[in-house]
């Protein structure tokens, strides 16, 4: 090989951060070598010993990557046969690189969907504490980006809370599916030699809830197919297009003429010209940085689309945008837990430093969109007329309101009585922020009950 097909071919490079899934793995492996009697006591000691001569120097940095042993399985193999001799080269009995490399990825993203639960949660809880602070904070929602009608910013924070949900309902599927047996698969076929599978996959913790060993059934399918790593990024893209829907409303929130929020100094930066400015770079990366997980979804898929049975050297191609796609992820959540929620003070453990919000600046921007004019609507409804007659009516009172720069609650009784005479004194309960938002009283709705009752069933949940 030349030295560009070598570099064109290798691996070592990026797949060497499956080192302890691949000890792993291959532990599991000799343990059941040696139950099986084909591998003798001296040799399982010698390998035992070896693997963790091996771990010491990767762990110290002494380990000699070497691109001339293409992956991070030879290199392994390799620096094992150099330290114990005969033994190192008995370790691949029964087994072939194809159902080892499966065997590795499986294992690393089974952990690595466990520490994205977590964090998931940790991000649920954070938004759950700042919707708590804001039950009564009354901004406008909107449709169409038009003010529509008064929200709690408690309810609107909650909807993301709910997504964050399902996003950690998916990563659970996916990890349930990921964390199956391809060893004893051997290159495609299965193997001559009298393996126990199912003690490698209890070994390796790939059970079921009732305590079952998950082994992948098929030889073929065990070593050729990725679908689980492509349902991970796909569970990882919907999560990351949350967080970026999310960002978008943080950076128009953020901005001037809005002026809702302030997010922490160390989540923004400032221009090298403009004195002024304190730029959400965060939320602004965040929104970027979905793409490029997206794209990564869109990689693993075409790199599956017509490949034969069984294994392909395509499938070394999984691994980079798998390991991007999980540092993105992890680094994103952690971020966003503590931006939103702030840092917990280790001493008093009380947090800081999350979002701050300005009520006042969302009431008057719920008042100027008139943003409770469906409420004088379903009040003049419950007087007797018919909606679309009510609706017309409002527009009316709208309009007038524009002209004379009020709210509808600012204007005088007399001028609301002179769009329709059924109006009394009691329209002002409806017409304020306050009131439209209490009348939202149903389940799923704004209103602080509402929105109070779903924060504890929330933090039923994280317990
Ligand atoms: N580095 C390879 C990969 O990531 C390991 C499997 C290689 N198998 C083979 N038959 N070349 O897929």
Known sequence: MSDLVKRYTASVFFDQRLWQADIRGSLAHAQMLHAQKILSDADWASIQKGMQQIQTEIENKQFNWQLDLEDVHLNIEARLTALIG??????????????????????????????????????????????????????????HWQVAQPVSLGHHLLAYVEMFARDF?????????????????????????????QMVARTLGMVNEQGQANICQNSLDAVSDRDFAIEFTSAASL????????????IIWMSQNFGFIQIADRFTTGSSIMPQKKNPDVPELARG???????????????????????????????????????????????????????VDAATGKKSGGIQVNAKAMSDAAKRGYATATDL??????KGL??????????????????????????????????????ESDVFDVLSLQGSLHARNTLGGTAPEQVLLQIRRHRQRFN
């Open 239 to 250: 999560c990351m297009i949350h967080i970026s829907r999310l960002s978008e409303e943080l």
């Open 169 to 197: 309902d998916r990563m659970q599927d996916a990890c349930r599916r990921t964390n199956f047996l391809p060893l004893g698969s051997a290159a495609l076929a299965g193997t001559t030699y009298a393996l126990n599978r």
């Open 289 to 343: 940085k979905t793409g490029r997980v997206v794209g990564h979804l869109m990689g693993l898929l075409t790199l599956m689309k017509g490949q034969p049975l069984a294994y392909n050297k395509d499938n070394q191609e999984d691994k980079e945008p798998l390991f991007d796609t999980v540092d993105t992820l992890k680094d994103t959540l952690r971020i966003f837990a503590e931006m939103m929620g702030g840092q």
């Open 386 to 423: 018919p909606f679309r007659d009510a609706h017309e009516t409002v527009a009316h009172a709208v309009k007038a309101a524009q002209t004379q720069g009020k709210d509808l609650s600012e204007l005088p009784l007399s001028t609301l009585q002179s769009f329709h005479a059924s109006i």
């Open 377 to 382: 609507a379903d009040y003049l409804v419950k």
């Open 86 to 143: 005969d033994a190192g080269k008995r370790l691949h009995t029964g087994r072939s690189r194809n159902d080892q490399v499966a065997t590795d990825i499986r294992l690393w993203l089974r952990d690595e969907i466990d520490a994205i639960l977590q964090l998931l949660q940790q991000l649920q809880i954070a938004l759950v504490d700042v919707a708590e602070q804001n039950v009564n904070t009354i901004m406008p929602g909107f449709t």
